[in-house]
């Protein structure tokens, strides 16, 4: 079957014989990826390209690991779902960090008090979310292994700084330069197709330092510029105010479900749910739970969602937050 490239495709293909560091191949690999269509004479292209991004992948990772002064190229994932924090310096990511996490990164009135990108796990409720705290967003430095830790990840909280006489400005540097590697942020409610995943990215803007005199001034510029689209959130990380909210935000952007499987007869054990995509059905659920459920299974019951309590329902069925599920075989 003929592939049936677009135009594009080949201009950016002459852009990887140029390409130079391993983030730069990385990133035109991905663009790469999304110009592809998606049907059966592709499947050996897009195969090839994925294979050749996550060996490049390992391999920075091994070179960062082993350079003592590089910083760290990509962060593993782990728990529900990846959220990376951004802004410009002192905008109080590592503040923030402090607040919602059990790390204890450096804080400072100086930029740049952070020099390489740093995971913590932030309990919501029974699961554990993965935060990663990271150097500053500054007009003149934003490098490729940065734009790259921020298309894997699944989610971003855009940090705006209060304090500052000009959020507008301070917003379009972010974008500006962000715009640069190809990404752009969205809304937390929009839908992203699988090809455009690296590309697009749900975000959740946030104004810090709530607690400063004035802030309500560059507050109201900010609404006036992007509320009701972003429905913005206001929080002091300093004094961990409206924190509860934010972390809901940050489960609900992640677009998850949690689900517990019950055995006949037992009651529900809800320390440590499953976590699924939203629009997994139970089908995915079986598979996951065990590999031959997937053959094997009759039926299913489900208790949740204020309307279940213990009805049989089949293997299409769209799993929803919180559900409880007995699988039968
Ligand atoms: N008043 C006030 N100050 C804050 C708040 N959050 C952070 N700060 C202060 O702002 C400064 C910068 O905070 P950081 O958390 O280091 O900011 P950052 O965004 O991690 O900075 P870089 O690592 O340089 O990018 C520090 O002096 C913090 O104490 C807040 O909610 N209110
Ligand atoms: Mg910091």
């Known amino acids: 079957m003929p592939a049936n490239l677009p135009p594009q495709y080949f201009e950016k293909e002459k852009e990887l014989k140029t390409a130079k560091t391993a983030g730069e191949k990385i990133t035109i690999m991905e663009e790469l990826l ?23 992948r390992s391999q920075s990772q091994k070179k960062a690991a082993l350079s003592r002064h590089g910083p760290t190229f990509h962060v593993d994932k782990a728990g529900a779902g990846q959220v990376i924090l951004t802004g410009l310096p002192n905008s109080g990511k590592s503040s923030l960090i402090k607040a919602l996490t059990n790390a204890n990164p450096d804080i400072g009135d100086y930029p740049f008090t952070t020099h390489a990108p740093s995971p913590a796990m932030m309990m919501f409720e029974n699961i554990q ?33 209060l304090g500052s006489q000009d959020p507008v400005t301070d917003l379009n540097e972010i974008t500006e330069k962000l715009k640069e590697k190809n990404i752009e942020l969205v809304p937390e409610d ?27 001034v560059s507050l109201s510029v900010l609404r006036s510029t992007i509320d009701p689209v972003y429905n913005l959130i206001t929080i002091s990380a300093l004094e961990e105010t409206e924190l509860k909210e934010l972390k809901k935000r940050i489960f609900a952007i992640l677009k998850v479900v949690r689900v517990y499987s019950k055995m006949p007869g037992k009651k529900v054990e809800k320390r440590d749910p499953y976590v699924f995509r939203v629009g997994d059905t139970l089908m995915d659920m079986a598979k996951t739970v065990h590999k031959d459920f997937s053959q094997k299974l009759k039926f299913a019951r489900i208790w949740g969602q204020g309307k279940y309590q213990g009805q049989k329902v089949n293997q299409e069925y769209v799993l929803q937050d919180e559900d409880i599920i007995e699988l039968h075989i």
């Not at 110009?35 to 004479?41: E, V, Y």
């Open 190 to 216: 929009q839908d992203i197709s699988p090809e455009k995943q690296f590309f697009l990215k749900r975000t959740l803007v946030i104004a810090n330092k709530t607690d400063l005199p004035g802030s309500e």
């Open 129 to 161: 979310i993965q935060l990663i705290d990271t150097p500053p967003i500054t007009p003149e430095y934003f490098e490729p292994w940065h734009a790259e830790l921020i298309k894997s990840a699944d989610a971003v909280l855009l940090l705006m700084d």
């Open 34 to 56: 999304s110009l592809i269509p998606k049907h059966k004479g592709t499947e050996k292209l897009q195969a090839l390209y994925k294979t050749k991004i996550s060996k490049l």
